[in-house]
Antibody
């Protein structure tokens, strides 16, 4: 079964750091561009970051540039998101997402909640 | 950055009716790079349509997508009870940022 499972969410104070992880299974992880997409409570979807299959290309949304770092370990079938200098507006469910043909989001994890609050 | 505007914000219909959802882009989007997603409460989004008009694997044929340039449409021919959800369009214009519309909530009338 094709599956993405996120972990690492939780409550963190403003200015703090958190590292999210995503474990992939059921497909050839190293062949796919991977993304993080977030959704603030009661709001819409916001693309956060993507990384190409061999980590050659990395892109980030302006809202997280300089604060979030995406990375992957193809040997371990894992995707990570290091989040620093967290702000209240980063509070959201964070989804790990596979990109089909590098373009469409065809496989989503169940999401992990990040809450930034004092 | 390409901005996607979805309309209406909320659509109230009854099962068996036809639903038409609109997604308008601030600049032209290649049809190959327009997708639609469905999201139900407490669940992750699900890919419905890619390439503006191609149904994803396992998506019923009552869902169809159309459009080109800046105007795209998702049509649900006959609403089933399980179709009431929030729908998002998404574009990838060749380079990031990838953007989503703000969503259309399809609710039971």
């Amino acid at each position: 079964e094709v599956q993405l499972v996120e972990s690492g969410g939780g409550l963190v104070k403003p200015g703090g750091s958190l590292r999210l992880s995503c474990a992939a299974s059921g497909f050839t992880f190293s062949s796919y561009t991977m993304n993080w997409v977030r959704q603030a409570p009661g709001k819409g979807l916001e693309w956060v970051s993507c990384i190409s299959s061999s980590s050659n290309y990395i892109y980030n949304a302006d809202s997280v540039k300089g604060r979030f770092t995406i990375s992957r370990d193809n040997a371990k079938n894992s995707l990570n998101l290091q989040m620093n200098s967290l702000r209240a507006e980063d509070t959201a469910v964070y989804y790990c997402v596979r990109a089909y043909n590098g373009v469409y989001f065809d496989i989503w994890g169940q999401g992990t909640m990040v809450t930034v609050s004092s | 950055e390409i901005v996607l505007t979805q309309s209406p914000g909320t659509l109230s219909l009854s099962p068996g009716e036809r639903a038409t959802l609109s997604c308008r882009a601030s600049q032209s989007v290649s049809s190959g790079y327009l997708a639609w997603y469905q999201q139900k409460p407490g669940q992750a989004p699900r890919l419905l349509i890619n390439g503006a008009s191609s149904r994803a694997t396992g998506i019923p044929d009552r869902f169809s997508g159309s459009g080109s340039g800046t105007d795209f449409t998702l049509t649900i021919s006959r609403l089933e009870p399980e179709d009431f959800a929030v729908y998002y369009c998404q574009q990838y214009g060749g380079s990031p940022p990838i953007t989503f519309g703000q969503g259309t909530r399809l609710e039971i009338k």
